[in-house]
C-alpha cells in the first residue's frame, strides 16, 4: 500500500461531514497528511411540464460565493489542529467532482459522511457517499450518521 499523503474530504457542510473532517484531520496527524477539503454542488434545475427553469447568473453567483465562505469558515474553525486543510470547490455532480479532485491533489483516501436515508428520502436525493463507494478508484471511508450524534 502507497503511503497516504493527502487526504481528499467531501463536505456538505452539515454536522455529519464536521465529524468526518474531524476524524479525517486525526487521521491525517498520524500519518503526516494533509487534506484536500472539498465540497462539489450542482446548480439547480426545476423541470416543470412545459420546461424547466434552470438558476439565473445572480443565483449560482451567490450559490458560489456562500460555498466558498462555507469552506473558508469550516477551514478556519480547524486553524490550529496542525494539519495543512485546503480548499476545493467545484460544480458538477458531487460525487463525479470528488473523485476527480481527489485524482488531481494525488490522494490516497477520500472521506465522507452520509446521512443514511432510506426509502424516498434516498430515492430523491441519493447518495454521494454510495456513489462514490461503487465508482472512486481509490479507497473512501464513510462515516455514518450515527456516529456524528
Known amino acids: ?27 491525517a496527524k ?29 443565483v449560482v453567483g451567490q ?19 496542525g494539519v495543512k486543510i485546503s480548499p476545493v470547490l467545484r460544480e458538477g455532480a458531487p460525487w463525479e467532482e470528488i473523485s476527480a479532485a481527489a485524482k488531481e491533489a494525488g490522494a490516497g483516501l477520500i472521506v465522507v459522511g452520509t446521512h443514511g436515508r432510506r426509502g424516498l428520502a434516498r430515492a430523491f436525493m441519493g447518495s454521494v457517499a454510495e456513489r462514490l463507494l461503487r465508482t472512486a478508484s481509490l479507497p473512501v471511508l464513510v462515516f455514518h450518521g450515527k456516529e456524528a450524534r
Open 1 to 27: 500500500m502507497k503511503d497516504i499523503e493527502n487526504i481528499v474530504v467531501a463536505t456538505d457542510f452539515s454536522p455529519i461531514a464536521d465529524h468526518a473532517l474531524d476524524e479525517a484531520i486525526d487521521l
Open 30 to 58: 498520524k500519518l503526516g497528511a494533509r487534506i484536500t477539503l472539498v465540497h462539489a454542488f450542482e446548480y439547480p434545475v426545476y423541470g416543470f411540464p412545459d420546461g424547466i427553469l434552470v438558476a439565473s447568473a445572480e
Open 63 to 81: 450559490l458560489m460565493t456562500g460555498a466558498q465562505k462555507q469552506l473558508s469558515a469550516t477551514i478556519e474553525e480547524r486553524k490550529d489542529v
